[in-house]
């Protein structure tokens, strides 16, 4: 499984229920599309860690790394290489 299945794929699981994946668009906003809030992020957060396992600072919780499916996987790919 690469990245962008993996990520999308929790994502559905665990803060969309009930909706389609296809609902979920890769460039928008996690936050703002109300898809994810806080607590999802401390969530979304431990299942990167554990799953790639990086370590993500807290200076690095931050819209531009966490926001998007595309931000995710670029910045997961940043911190993997």
């Known amino acids: 499984m690469d990245i962008r299945e993996s990520i999308r794929g929790f994502v559905v699981?665990?803060?969309?229920l009930g909706k389609s994946p296809e609902d979920l668009s890769d460039s928008g906003s996690l936050l703002d599309l109300g898809i994810i809030d806080s607590t999802g992020?401390?969530?979304?957060?431990?299942?990167?860690e554990e799953t790639f396992e990086i370590t993500i600072d807290d200076a690095e919780l931050v819209p531009?790394?966490?926001d998007s499916v595309d931000n995710l996987i670029g910045f997961i790919q940043k911190k993997s290489a």
């Open 64 to 66: 531009e790394n966490l």
């Open 41 to 48: 992020i401390l969530e979304l957060v431990q299942y990167i």
């Open 13 to 16: 699981d665990n803060f969309m």
